[in-house]
């Protein structure tokens, strides 16, 4: 068999198995190629190689980054099969055209003063619905199990309760199996943050770790500030343990506005701020690494607790935003709370928090409310972390979302109605789209849900009556044909109402 010629953009020959080869040493290092693909992709999606523009050679490239042609012609697939570049017969490669684009959305301007939460049961209803067979679903939050590997994972499983079957029948106690904390915290070393096991407390979800933040800081009638939007969840929290809600401006890319976060703390009686610094939820912001160091000094200055949810961090595209605020923590005012739900194994259902100085505190709280988690899942997580390959499948994970991110910011940007906004998020999988005034995302959700569709409203994210023009798509979940199909007719059913409005306010 010839070689792989690697001045043919088309020809499928390939000069090495990028199976194991992707891993790199020991699964630890990214393959050269990989490196250098992950290198030009950093590069498109921050516009430094502009749509369109027409990449190296593969013999220029290969002589520009010292490398072999073969390793060149391996990092342009890689980004061929992330739609980020296009082979031209007999003209090369070439930057792909971004999907047809919309605004972003603006700058949230919410009040300035705290309010009770008080939320009716459409997010519980959002989430029930988006896990009903027959619904075609951008509603909640969560990844498809095609997404993982779930063969490893249930061989990890039967390896643990084979080797642990004795725990299956053992009461525990504690903050959780020492082999999975110390697992968390290897792996909290790549967020930047050096971590203790006796640091790390289990819990039953990231919502939990959430939650006992509160209950540790906190007390019924006190004020968290958070952003605005926010996650739905995150609100029936406060309302579950009647605590008020304060809403900071927050930037669709850069995150919530640290000059208003100040003046808030500076003028009103705020007890702790629950931010999603990474990939937020709903508008898929990510904070600069300045402002995160700004943010930590500012809580300690205050003496506030910062509850920081770092649930989404390893979906950030580039590197520099998965560090978390509490890699700058001095003075143990960050709790940090995750699971990986949304990134390794979503079935498991453990998260973990470090809750800095409220450390103590927290685990009396937990040892009261629930207890600990199940051994055997616990030393399963742990496992699963200590395996080679995990970055390579985030890569993977990262790459598939991305598609799927592009292929709807085009649909929406098609179909949607004329003065419609857009998030473009650096990761994951959320959208929030900002709609022309005259249609009330409520109307639009009941419409959808008429033809088996299910979105979630703008109404949800916000303790106040704002973003009613505003809707949260979510394109993680069960993904196939009559995905692309649904959020078409998501637009044609908006563009149906805005047209009955505006003869409504003809009439």
């Known amino acids: 068999m010839n070689a792989a010629d690697p001045h043919d953009p088309h020809d499928q020959r390939d000069p090495q198995d990028p199976g194991e080869a992707a891993l790199g040493e020991a699964g630890r290092q990214p393959a050269l190629y990989v490196q250098l693909a992950e290198k030009l992709a950093r590069a498109i999606r921050a516009g430094t190689l502009a ?39 007999r003209s090369g490669y070439f930057v ?32 029930r619905l988006s896990v009903a067979p027959d619904i075609i679903s951008f509603g909640a939050a969560a990844p498809e199990p095609e997404l993982f590997d779930q063969e490893r994972v249930r061989r990890a499983l039967i390896r643990t309760v084979q080797r642990h079957r ?11 199996q020492e082999a999975v904390r110390r697992a968390v915290a290897r792996h909290a070393l790549g967020m930047g943050c050096e971590l203790e096991a006796d640091d790390i407390i289990m819990t039953n979800s990231c919502l ?11 007390q019924p009638g006190d004020v968290v500030a958070l952003e605005s939007p926010t996650y739905f969840g995150f609100l029936e929290i406060l309302q579950s343990l009647h ?65 920081e949810d770092a649930v989404y961090n390893d979906l950030a595209e580039q590197e520099d935003k998965r560090r978390a605020v509490k890699s700058f923590d001095r003075s143990g005012q960050v709790m940090l709370c995750g699971s990986f739900s949304k990134t390794l ?39 699963l972390l200590g395996q080679s390959g995990n970055e390579a ?7 598939t979302l991305a598609q799927r991110v592009d292929l709807a910011r085009r649909l929406i940007a098609e179909s949607f109605p004329k003065g419609s906004r857009i998030t473009d998020p650096g990761g994951g999988f959320i959208l929030w789209v900002e709609l022309p005034a005259g249609i009330d995302a409520l109307h639009l959700y009941e419409a959808c849900l ?34 692309p199909q649904a959020l078409c007719r998501i637009g044609e059913l908006a563009r149906e109402l805005l047209g009955r409005g505006k003869l409504s306010l003809a009439a």
């Open 51 to 89: 749509r369109g523009e027409r990449m190296l050679s593969v013999r220029e490239l290969a002589r520009q980054q010292q490398v072999s042609q073969s390793t060149v012609v391996q990092a342009y697939r890689w980004l061929e099969d992330a739609l980020l570049i296009q082979a031209r017969p």
């Open 96 to 127: 792909a055209q971004r999907p047809k684009s919309l605004p972003e959305p603006q700058t949230s301007r919410p009040s300035r003063l705290s309010r009770k939460v008080q939320l009716d049961d459409l997010g519980q209803q959002v989430l």
């Open 166 to 176: 004795d725990l299956l029948c053992t009461y525990q106690l504690g903050s959780g």
């Open 208 to 218: 939990e770790s959430i939650t006992l933040c509160l209950q540790a800081v906190t």
């Open 243 to 307: 605590l008020r809600a304060l809403e900071i401006p927050t930037h669709p890319r850069h995150g919530v506005s640290l000059d208003a976060l100040q003046l808030a703390l500076e003028t009103q009686p705020v007890k702790a701020v629950l931010l999603v610094p990474t990939l937020s939820n709903p508008l898929g912001c990510s904070m600069s690494l300045a402002d995160r160091r700004r943010l930590a000094q500012l809580v300690q200055a205050r003496n506030v607790a910062l509850i």
């Open 345 to 383: 194994v979503p079935g498991l259902r453990l998260g973990w928090v470090a809750a800095g100085r409220w450390t103590p505190g927290l685990r009396k709280i937990q040892t009261v409310q629930s207890g600990v988690q199940t051994a055997v899942l616990e030393l399963t997580l742990a496992e």
């Open 393 to 399: 499948a985030l890569r993977q994970l990262r790459a």
């Open 450 to 483: 008429a033809e088996n569709i299910c979105i979630a409203p703008g109404q949800l994210f916000s303790a106040g009556p704002r973003f009613k023009h505003c809707l949260r798509l979510s394109v993680g979940g069960r993904w196939g044909p009559a995905h």
